[in-house]
Nanobody, 122 residues
Framework: QVQLVESGGGSVQAGGSLRLSCTAF????????MGWFRQAPGKEREGVAA???????TYAGFVKGRFTISQDYAKNTLYLQMNSLKPEDTAMYYC????????????????WGQGAQVTVSS
């Protein structure tokens, strides 16, 4: 059974940094395509960053240069390093995985974590 468990959310002031982690259970993360998504209250879920099994990454325009997605295959863990955080980054952040490349499209991912709250104050 595939399971994704996020950690590392929290509260930070604008300009600060947080790192989210997503540990995969039940499969080798190196064989999957994975991504980070977020959903703010009253808004639709949106793609933040995604990484292919060959290491190629893609980012939403609103996080380019500030966020970095990476994987540690030995730990079966996906990361999202978030720097220069802004109040508009406040949202529930989710990691997701699928056997096929989904890019930044939430509908194309089969497996989801439970979410980690990120709150950025001004």
């Amino acid at each position: 059974q595939v399971q994704l468990v996020e950690s590392g959310g929290g509260s930070v002031q604008a300009g600060g940094s947080l790192r989210l982690s997503c540990t995969a259970f039940g499969y080798a993360s190196s064989t999957y395509y994975m991504g980070w998504f977020r959903q703010a209250p009253g808004k639709e879920r949106e793609g933040v960053a995604a990484i292919a099994s060959d290491g190629i990454t893609t980012y939403a325009g609103f996080v380019k240069g500030r966020f970095t997605i990476s994987q540690d295959y030995a730990k079966n863990t996906l990361y999202l390093q978030m720097n220069s955080l802004k109040p508009e980054d406040t949202a529930m952040y989710y990691c997701a995985a699928d056997w096929n490349w989904g890019g930044l499209a939430p509908d194309l991912y089969r497996y989801w974590g439970q979410g980690a709250q990120v709150t950025v104050s001004s």
